[in-house]
Structures are given as structure tokens and as C-alpha cells.
């Protein structure tokens, strides 16, 4: 199961380390993580996206993170209402003849072309994982090039 767990950290060096040797060290990946100020330049949120079937080792990583000096707090959002998005820039072939074509795809799933020269189009897309799963999906026609994907954040209603 996937469990999306949001870290208020101190904006301190080494923090980001040691969190993320929480989880490795239990042979936990991150499938995401996303890590940014907040409203207060001291105080970082991280968005920490995890693939975890034994939910007693998940409850012990937020315990010993609770323990963690720099650490404010942890919060599951597994089971609590939120809202979660992600940014992703898509590269795909482009030509003008196609054009109509891309802009129905991107129009249907609120992405937009950020650029684009003669045989090549990037593609802004924010959204849910299901959304952007979708639209890749569609974009597989005209050839994607490059992916990159920001990491998913998440926020309580």
C-alpha cells in the first residue's frame, strides 16, 4: 500500500538525510518525495511518498521521525481527507499538423504546451496521479521524448 506522509522539518543541513535514511535503512523507497519552504523560511514541508506493506514498520518510521530534534511534525495522510497534486513537464514530438489534435488532449486534462519549436513540444500538467496517468497515456501517440516528474504534495481539506 501507498502511504503519503507529510514532515515539518526544521531548514536545517543534514535533516533531509537523516529522514530519508529512516526509511532505507528499514528497506523502504521513496517512490516520491517533494521538499520545500514554507510560509516561514525556517520551516520546511516534505511530502514523502512510500510503497509499505507492514503497517507496524510504517508506525514505527513516524515514531522514531517524531523523535528526530528537527522534526515538528508527522502527519499520515493515508486515511485522512486531502488533497494531493503533482507537476509533471512531458516532451513530445510536435508538428503543426497535429496541433488541433494536442491542444483537444491537453484542453480535456487542463495541461498546456509551456513550449514549443518545429518537431518538439513541452507539456505542463498538475494534477491528480490518475489525471496525469491518463494524459500520458494519450500524449503515447504522439511520442514522448522525455518525462520529468516534480514529487507529489499533499494537503488536508
Known sequence: MRHTISVLVENKFGVLARI???F???GYNIASLAVN?????EISAMTIVVEAKDENILE???KQLNRLIDVIT???FTKKEHVDRELVLVKVNYSSKDKT???NILNKYLAK???HKADTAVIEVVGEQAQIKQLL???TKFGIKELIRGGRIVMAY
Request: charged fraction near 30%; charge should be negative.
Open 20 to 22: 530519508s535514511g529512516l
Open 74 to 76: 508527522v502527519t499520515d
Open 37 to 41: 519552504e514554507t510560509l516561514d523560511p
Open 24 to 26: 532505507s535503512a528499514r
Open 60 to 62: 514505527q518510521i513516524k
Open 113 to 115: 504546451t509551456v513550449y
Open 101 to 103: 489534435r494536442l491542444e
Open 137 to 139: 497515456e494519450a500524449l
